[in-house]
């Protein structure tokens, strides 16, 4: 992942001068301890909230929780089961949010058979129930893992914005 500036809080601002990203994006570095996690998902509420503010975008509720939820469960996973830096991107992308977060495991997440049994280790599982789509890439150092989630709900009530099976 290339270098961003990054504000005083580790956020970098909005960059709508640049052609090559997004213009409503943030990106941040985590630090390792425990509390980045509660951190990250704060950060992705905020970064909703302003994007409905400053811009006019419609974000539901339903959205706002699922992107803290995916975000607590990537960087979760991230801090569990990589060593060193985690780097957590959300981007808007149309009528979705973009969740990447990038760690520094080479190893690609698989998705575990369904176990009654199994207490944790879900998280995977759940970000592919919740969204619409999901995405790992191995990167020359660590891994990518991209989530897109919808920003409204889908108007024929839907789980998810998928069609009903």
Do not use: C
Not at 4 to 26: F, I, K, S
Not at 31 to 49: K, M, P, V
Not at 73 to 95: C, F, S
Not at 145 to 150: D, K, S
């Amino acid at each position: 992942m290339e270098p961003v500036p990054m504000g005083e809080d580790g956020a970098t601002p909005d960059r709508p001068d640049r052609p090559d990203r997004p213009a409503l994006q943030t990106t941040v570095a985590l630090a390792g301890e425990g509390a980045s996690i509660a951190r990250a998902r704060h950060l992705a509420a905020d970064f909703l909230t302003r994007i409905q503010a400053e811009h006019g975008l419609r974000v539901s509720q339903r959205a706002l929780d699922l992107t803290q939820l995916v975000v607590s469960e990537l960087v979760t996973n991230a801090r569990k089961y990589a060593p060193g830096p985690v780097l957590m991107d959300l981007r808007i992308t149309g009528d979705m949010v973009e969740v990447v977060v990038w760690d520094s495991e080479p190893v690609l997440p698989t998705a575990r058979a369904t176990d009654a049994e199994r207490v944790g280790q879900h998280g995977l599982e759940i970000v592919m129930a919740v969204a619409q789509s999901l995405a790992v890439r191995r990167e020359p150092v660590g891994k990518r893992v991209t989530a897109r989630i919808a920003l409204l709900d889908d108007p024929a009530g839907s789980i998810a914005g998928r069609s009903p099976v």
